[in-house]
């Protein structure tokens, strides 16, 4: 005598399986967003450290003689650039005045769920002449 075939037989194995395909999908999304997060953040400090290398290219001439406190736009240009250079990021400097402004670019190639995304980051330095704490 057989006995019939229980109705409920191999239900478990079906959702364990969607309940894994669901968490895989979940970890991909959690690891690919955290990079493209980490990629940002890395722009963003390599714009704020070359922005503050080229803030040491001063107008030696005018900071000397105390009549102005400004970059020097070509020397802050290479320092910023040079530093980006190290860090293995590509971005852009403007210098001008006493102000100096940094954007940076590079890609986050996704591990697991299979995009490209170019993240962007910014600063800006400014120098400025302090005397006991108060700016000049």
């Known amino acids: ?5 229980d109705p409920e037989a191999g239900a478990v194995t079906g959702s364990i399986a969607v309940m ?16 493209v997060m ?3 953040q890395r722009a963003e400090e390599a714009a704020s450290e070359a922005a503050r290398a080229a803030g ?6 005018a900071a000397a003689n105390g009549t102005a406190t400004e970059v020097d736009p070509a020397a802050a240009v290479t320092a910023a650039q040079t530093y980006l250079a190290a860090a293995g ?3 852009t400097v403007s210098a001008a005045g006493s102000t100096i402004a940094v954007t940076t670019s590079t890609t986050y190639e996704a591990h697991l769920l299979g ?3 170019t ?3 910014h ?3 400014r120098i400025a002449r302090s005397v006991e704490g108060t700016e000049q």
């Open 123 to 125: 600063a800006e330095a």
């Open 20 to 35: 894994m395909l669901i968490a895989a999908i979940v970890f991909g999304v959690v690891l690919d967003i955290g990079g």
């Open 38 to 40: 980490r990629t940002q």
């Open 1 to 5: 005598m057989r006995r019939s075939p």
């Open 56 to 61: 040491q290219a001063l107008n030696v001439a």
């Open 89 to 91: 990021i590509t971005g």
């Open 119 to 121: 993240v962007t980051g």
């Open 115 to 117: 995009f490209t995304r």
